[in-house]
RNA sequence: GCGCCCGUAGCUCAAUCGGAUAGAGCAACAGCCUUCUAAGCUGUAGGUUAGUGGUUCGAGUCCACUCGGGCGUACCA
């Protein structure tokens, strides 16, 4: 649609100097009256021509040639839009397009052979996912989703770090359950890991060795045990969500691989690094940043700005078109310095993309809660999504901009889940499966013989927002907004509905019918396919 | 103090990288099921887009400041 508009600029431009340049928008109206698209190249080019924008408007229609079966008029209107009305025989095409590619509708190829990674969750394996990680889960999944749809074939990665301090305090706290179980008396401190599920490792340690650890190393069995056991738990928990990651990268290979050793050399090299009050300190103030940061401490022991520049540059190693990394907003002032890293080392920082989401307040009966991992002060994830589904969850944390600084109510996600929007849309797709089913003892079936009978109102703009669901896929992509999907299916589903209301199919002439089939089945379609991305289900009865 | 994010209907949020009359859902009120699923549809009501100034054909969107909230501001990650 708007490159048969694009074609016909092209050919216009020829006749139209100044429209060579291109710099104006086509936008989908949102108002029916003001057509099917709007242009409002006349405006932008009226300070420059120093012209009225109706007059460069007239201008421009008068030298634009076009087909008389596509297009049913153009029309200037407000402050100087061109408005732009296509013939209901072109519009109805769309169905037999997306009849056409079925499951594939909505999948391009603009980025096809470039290869991404999406690096999300990255919690380290010292306790359970809680709520709060759930919308770095479920986002960071949805944009891998998302860019396989425009073409990337994409990695899903999980980055781990199971040697710093909070990995010590956890076979701290693990040793000192122990030694409870084994009926010592013991002092718990304050910032120990508080959770019950300490306990349950520490039974599972004293179960299959009994007494005879007494004297091991916290970091040995303990630490080892509690990472294998939390670890395998998150993986369960993300699983019921259906979030799968195909790598694992465990900071320490950095180390086993030399990668440590060599940023730092290469640093050195650059005379990017330097030595002060016995710790090596980055030049940041040399590569844009307001200070210089320390990389090594006067203990040896690097900074995590080391390691995470180093691991960023193993992605660019391994090849990768796109790094998207998701962090929450506590992050927010640590990646300049990654991508500082990442630029000295002479990569280009514009290919990682940092997702930045704000925090997810939770409220239980009216009260904040206020979570943190170590204080065992917390929701689980997993607890989440056995009251609620993981359609709901994904759903959930989907459908707000991640910016904006989500309120999740878990009473009401409870008790009143039926008012989520992912029941609406699901609604519409067993209804459409239901429509399905009921015609097979009818004398109907799908047709796009006689589309041009499409001509209501709620027939119209449901096609028309069909047509727009590949623009609204590649926009989210390239905007990282996962949040577009949901509303586009809620305003489709909402048109259905309606379409629903307003068109029977059961009961209408035949080629009306089947005409109206074929559109239930295009509709179908496109939630489905909108579902898929988003990782919910599209059932066919509820 | 400084940096990033946010502030839109009573509540939760949209608004096509500056577009035309700021839209949905929930809650409230009034209607619609002997016909394809009422988890639906129709209608009513609800707004100085936190505030003040600026940029321009045009500002919820961009800039400056003020107010209010979140997160940071480590030789923690």
Redesign the pocket.
Known sequence: MKEYIKLIFDEASNKLDYLKEHTF?L?????P??GDL?C?VA??L??KLKKK?LEIAAEIISSLDYDNNIISDIKI?????I?FYFTNQFTVKVIEDILDKGDSYGKSNLYSGKKANVEYVSA?PTGPLTVGHGRNAVVGDTIANILEWVGYTVDREYYF?NA???MRVLGDSVKLRYLELLGEKIEFPEDYYQGEYIKDIAQKVKNKYGDSLKKEEPEGIFKQTAEKEIFEEIKTTLTNLNIHHNIFYNEKALYDEGKIDALLNSLKEKNLSYE????IWLKLTELGCEQD??IV???G?P??RLPDIAYHLTKFERGYDLMVDLFG??????YPDVLAGIKAEGKDPEKVKVV?H??VTIMDKGEIVKMSTRKANYITLDELTNEVGSDVVRYFFNM??V?????FDLALAKTQS??N?V??LQ?AH??I???LR?IENENIKSSTEHLELLVKDEELQLIKKLRQFGEEIE?SAKLF?M??IC?YL?ELA?LF??F??F?????SEKDLAEARISLAIATKTVIKNGLQILGVTAPE??
């Open positions: 928008n936008e989908v109206s949102k108002n009256d003001h709007s409002n405006m932008i009226s300070k924008p209107a407000g402050p100087g839009f408005n380290n770090n710093g301090r909070q002060k009050d016995n710790a940061k320390v401490k006067a203990t022991e900074t995590y907003s506590d992050h927010n002032a640590t930045i704000q925090f707000r901009n910016s904006t600084h989500m309120n039926d008012e929007p029941f609406y609604y067993a209804r499966c239901s429509i009921m926009l907004e949040n577009r509303n809620e909402s509905h309606k629903y209301t068109c029977r199919i059961i009961g009865k509820m």
